[in-house]
């Protein structure tokens, strides 16, 4: 068996593994590279993966990084081609693709109309027609561990292969979905995968949450492979405790509240901006906080949050019992989700303290962009870093201590307080990686993706401490025989 890596690979994007058994090929995951030198042409070549001859595809979880070019592929491939997805996944692929394909199409129309005469424009990456060929193939895995969540009664006939949750999606190959707790409906997959050498076991962790944290169950790790492929995006350091950054997130507001200064927070659309929510909602119901405004400057996050109002049984059980109760809205009273971007930049008229969650959650692009220029030259104003900033991300310089920064095309100094809270990360620090991956018995051969080189290095080591003989970081490009 052969498993080629498409990406993610010494970096956080673009997530893919090809897995070929001889007898089938199967894809895990086939996301977007962005940030830095993620351009169109690098997103459009498709390295190993030849679309007419997948037998099936599997998705670890929603986001962009992971899905962002299954429409590249969709118009090719065989009609018998699915891609098995949990339920929560499903939903929240659909708002992030047709979200892209906007934005995708959005960029088209403006580089058309910005070209000079006879000048060739790219068509763009793709369209709705595309994604739309996407979701039809989508297909629902409902049973996943832990066992508290099985529900063989949603499955479609037919499609549970045996008990515990294992799926055949293709000749020789059976796959089992576990809980990863990064966001809603997030999996690790364990594949038995037979080829023409025999039976071997692969894992892919996909991306694993922090344990302990509200709305996400914990992670459930997996006991057994041959081979197991472990991201390792925080691979180098610890989050702090997630109590001790809401009561540093309570300070934050107090402050601002006392400023009359707002709070700017980058937020991923999908995950971070429910678990702030969620956080916010709790310090307003407990803490006799000042109740300033909370705008919630993305459409999109809005309706990822509905999305997980109607998949409670994929959240925990704290989580279920709140909403059941109203305690959630309850708290966040002063919430309003700005619409238009006419809304979004009414705000930079306003004064007073608030609090603007915004995307992108790197700070490249989108509404925060905006937000950023208007404030962050003024004292009292703070941003507060949730998330992962990647290298060469406007987010990254601001949280090093850049003292001026260039902004939508304007030199603009640094006067804002720049925090980072990474106790909000979605992403398991080290020892929750290194947990996670103690459940597997015998050390077996691992591969660390999805982190940049710093980070899977320290990691790298920290494995070998603890007796895993065989740990590679496998370039992009690189393929593992197995
Ligand atoms: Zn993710």
Partial sequence: MRIDLCGAAGEVTGSGYLVDTGRARVLIDFGMFQGRGATDARNRDLGPVDPARLDAIVLTHAHLDHTGRLPLLAERLPRQCRIHATAPTIDLTRLILEDSARIQVGDHERDLRHARPGERVDP?????????????????????????????????????AGGDGWLQIADGVRIRMREAGHILGSASIEMDAAGTGGSRRVVFSGDIGQRDTPIHPDPDPPSEADLVFLESTYGDRNHRPFAETVSEFQTI????????????????????????????????????????????????????????????CAT?????????????????????????????????????????????????????????????????????????????????????????????????????????????????????????????????????THGEQRQRESLA??????????????????????
């Fill in 124 to 160: 763009p990456l793709y369209a709705h027609a595309e994604v739309e060929s996407v979701t039809q193939r989508l297909s629902p895995v409902a049973v996943w561990t832990p066992a508290e969540r099985r529900n063989p009664a949603h499955c479609p006939p037919g499609a549970l």
């Fill in 316 to 448: 925990d059980a704290e989580t279920r019992a709140l909403q059941a109760s109203g305690a959630i809205e309850r708290g966040l009273r002063t919430l309003r989700v700005l619409e238009t971007s006419e809304q979004s930049r009414a705000l930079n008229d306003e004064w007073g303290s608030s609090i603007i969650i915004a995307g992108s959650g790197t700070c490249d692009g989108g509404r925060i962009m905006h937000h950023l220029l208007h404030n962050v030259w003024k004292q009292g104003v703070q941003m507060v870093a949730t998330g992962f900033m990647p290298e060469g991300s406007l987010g990254r310089r601001l949280i090093e201590g850049a003292r001026s920064v260039r902004i939508l095309g304007r030199s603009v100094e640094v006067r804002a307080k720049i925090r980072t809270l990474g106790g909000f990360s979605a992403h398991a620090g080290r020892d929750d990686l290194l947990w996670w991956h103690g459940h597997l018995q015998d050390a077996p051969r691992t591969a660390l």
């Fill in 253 to 312: 507001i107090r402050a601002a509240a006392w400023d009359r200064a707002k709070v700017l927070i980058p937020a991923f659309a999908v995950g971070r901006t429910q678990i702030l929510l969620w956080s916010l909602s709790e310090l307003f119901r407990r803490h006799a906080m000042p109740r300033i405004p909370i705008y919630l400057d993305s459409p999109m996050a809005a309706r990822a949050s509905e999305i997980y109002r109607t998949h409670p």
């Fill in 461 to 482: 080591a920290a494995l070998r401490g603890r007796g895993v003989r065989t740990v590679d970081v496998p370039m992009r490009g690189a393929s593992i025989e197995l």
